[in-house]
């Protein structure tokens, strides 16, 4: 068993790291989308972003899913890098068809990839939620009502300034 921590450990790490990699090339992405405004020239812009970081957020999560594919094949637990790489992402997304089952000796690498899977979703939500909100307030501002909105602000923080 312990072995089967220090691996799964090992790989949980790993996986970290491939998906820090992949955040920090999405947040590159986005911020020089953004300062060249890209993101602001209408919805099918917008659109493109969003789909930008979809499919990088995508294939950061088919690394991961590869990763422990190849520790599956290096256990011995697969015979077949197709059957090793379908196996963990049942695991990895937490789907749970039961239809390949690792051995008891490596059966704990499951739940590891599973908790692996869940973090990272939960990681990619709030970094496209962070986008979009981005997205969103900046169509805002681009709003007539938007640009009403912030000069009605604008005045207001005059106004207390004079107070003070």
């Known amino acids: ?18 998906y820090a990699v992949a955040t920090a090339l999405i947040v590159q992405v986005v911020v020089r989308l953004i300062r060249s405004g890209y993101t602001d020239r209408g919805f099918w812009k917008n659109v493109v972003a969003m789909m930008i970081v979809t499919l990088i957020t995508a294939v950061a999560h ?22 090793a790489f379908y196996c963990s992402a049942e695991n990895y997304t937490a789907l749970g068809y039961g239809d390949i089952v690792l051995s008891e000796r490596w ?44 000069q009605y602000e604008d005045a207001a923080k005059a106004s207390a300034g004079k107070h003070q």
Not at 65 to 75: H, P, R, S, Y
Not at 129 to 144: D, E, G, I, W
């Open 1 to 18: 068993m312990l072995l089967t921590l220090l691996v799964g450990t090992g790989m949980l790490l790993g996986s970290l790291l491939s």
């Open 62 to 83: 088919l690394i991961p899913i590869a990763l422990w594919a190849v520790i599956f094949l290096l256990c011995g637990e697969m015979a077949t890098f197709d059957k």
């Open 107 to 150: 059966r704990l690498l499951g739940p590891l990839e599973a908790i692996n899977g869940l973090l990272l979703f939960g990681l990619s939500t709030a970094l496209m939620f962070a986008v979009m909100s981005h997205l969103v307030t900046n169509r805002l501002h681009q709003h007539p009502l938007g640009v009403i909105h912030k």
